[in-house]
């Protein structure tokens, strides 16, 4: 072989290199350094949701090296129609629109369930009203009702379902949804409203305005972070997932409150308790009042 001919098959040699060179490190942005769809709870304004999710989305940020965009919504069927039509990547979920979100799109995959301040990662809803005014169960006539919003784990659906224990139902009364479990207590307390449905929790926080839990739901997955993993692949999925799980006291401690408890690994099956609960019910988009 000849110098000419020697020069060329080294060309060729070094061609070869960079094409491979090309094709091992030339790869599309991995899914880790993609722009990340993030819905946060609904019903929050951006001053809200700045100041309780920035904290957690600059975490994630640096850690997983995914640029987190926040998707404001106005309630739970918002995310969940963004969420199917797969505009959205991760977002935060109470129980209940979890299981409607995964009854129409599989791919919704839980990564974990944020523990409540007392470091469980359950809570429960309840039925109130005053002392005075509801005691017992021949008085529960034609009452009433405030509730949450719609797909509030706490609104129609647990109210509706503790009702059943004395009988009744809410079709037999009036109701009105309130939007925050806060003003159901307040309504309730005022004597605006006879009952409502809440959450246990923020009912007993007005306890010391005479009111009083008529039924208690069994414990119910807290607030969960679902991937849609259609859009994510299982490795970000983990990564994400035990980023947050493992988040020391310390980094947690800047974020909002309702997610700076720890967190607790989530699976699908964590959320029999609430598919049980209240089965097949039809909840209606508005009050009746």
């Not at 000849?2 to 790869?27: K, M």
């Not at 090296?65 to 404001?72: K, M, N, S, T, V």
């Not at 409540?116 to 002392?131: H, N, Q, R, S």
């Not at 947690?252 to 308790?273: F, L, M």
Request: proline share 7%; net charge negative; with cysteine.
């Amino acid at each position: 072989m000849n110098n000419l001919d020697q020069l060329f098959a080294r060309f060729i040699q070094l061609g070869s290199a960079v094409f491979l060179f090309v094709l091992i490190y030339v790869q599309p942005v991995p899914a880790a350094e993609k722009t990340l769809i993030f819905a946060p709870l609904p019903m929050e304004n951006p001053d809200t949701v700045v100041s309780q999710w920035k904290p957690f989305i600059d975490y994630l940020e640096q850690q997983s090296g995914a640029h987190i965009q926040i998707y404001y919504a106005e309630d739970y069927a918002d995310i969940i129609a963004g969420f199917s039509a797969d505009r959205i990547d991760l977002a935060v979920f109470g129980p209940l629109p979890y299981v409607r979100l995964r009854a129409q799109f599989p791919p919704a995959t839980p990564l974990v369930i944020f523990n409540e301040p007392d470091g469980e990662p359950f809570y429960t809803c309840a039925m109130i009203a005053l002392e005075e005014k509801v005691t017992t169960s021949s008085q529960l006539q034609k009452m009433k009702m405030a509730l949450t919003q719609p797909l509030s784990t706490c609104g129609y659906f647990s109210t509706n379902a503790l009702l059943q224990q004395f009988d009744t139902s809410l079709d037999q009364h009036l109701y009105r949804y309130l939007d925050q479990h806060d003003a159901v207590a307040i309504a309730v307390a005022r004597g605006d409203m006879d009952a409502g449905g809440l959450k246990t929790v923020i009912g007993r926080k007005y306890s010391h305005l005479g009111l009083v839990e008529l039924a208690e739901t069994a414990p119910l997955p807290a607030f969960s972070l679902v991937a849609n993993s259609r859009r994510l692949s299982p490795e970000l999925i983990e990564r994400i997932r035990q980023l947050i799980v493992t988040a020391p006291a310390t980094q947690r401690s800047s974020w909002g409150d309702n997610i700076r408890h720890g967190a607790t690994t989530a699976a699908d099956t964590d959320y029999d308790p609430v598919r049980r609960l209240n089965p097949g019910v039809d909840i209606p988009s508005e009050g009746n009042f």
